[in-house]
């Protein structure tokens, strides 16, 4: 196995560590969790760096990457909707929705095969949400912090739904609707 799909498995193993920290909520809970995150999420930046630079490239990489990602920002959101009051349910199902109808394309194009990578549009989305998160996770009492969340998550939800219906557009000749 190579770096970076160490480097991605070592993002899985973040995953559980975050949500726990992040629901004890202990003086130190927020801070702890916006250090796992941040770290968690710079992980998948090195991973896919290190893989890129170094022709490392492999089809394990090219599927947990993504769903590493995926995992670490919808258990963020799960915790969100449970502990931020101010988080929204809604933009927590948008983004989680998405997620499962990708993880559907992957799995229908994999059967054939074919393995689809994420867009510009996925890896900008992805981008705005782990800042959404990282405003959620820690929390500051000013009006500007609160107007950067809710531009962050309206953002969040915007791009995944784009991001959603460019990746339904460029694979659609993945689905077979012949049979429908």
Avoid at 5 to 26: D, E, G, S
Avoid at 33 to 45: C, E, G, P, Y
């Amino acid at each position: 196995m190579n770096l970076p799909n160490k480097i991605t498995l070592f993002r899985f193993c973040m995953i559980p560590v975050f949500a726990v920290v992040f629901l004890l909520r202990q003086p130190w809970s927020d801070l702890t969790a916006l250090i796992i995150f941040l770290v968690a999420a710079f992980s998948d930046f090195l991973d896919g760096y290190l893989a890129r630079k170094n022709n490392m490239v492999t089809d394990f990489g090219k599927l947990m990457d993504p769903l590493a990602d995926k995992m670490l920002v919808s258990t963020a959101l799960i915790c969100f909707v449970g502990i931020r009051a101010e988080f929204p349910a809604w933009c927590a199902i948008i983004i989680i929705a998405r997620e499962f109808i990708i993880s559907g394309f992957r799995q229908i194009a994999a059967e054939k095969h074919v393995i689809i990578m994420a867009s510009w549009w996925g890896k900008i989305k992805t981008v705005v949400q782990m800042i959404m998160c990282v405003l959620f996770i820690f929390t500051i009492d000013a009006v500007w912090y609160s107007y950067a969340r809710l531009v962050f998550m309206w953002l969040a939800a915007a791009l995944t739904i784009i991001s959603l219906a460019d990746y339904i557009i460029k694979n659609r000749d993945v689905i077979d609707t012949s049979n429908l």
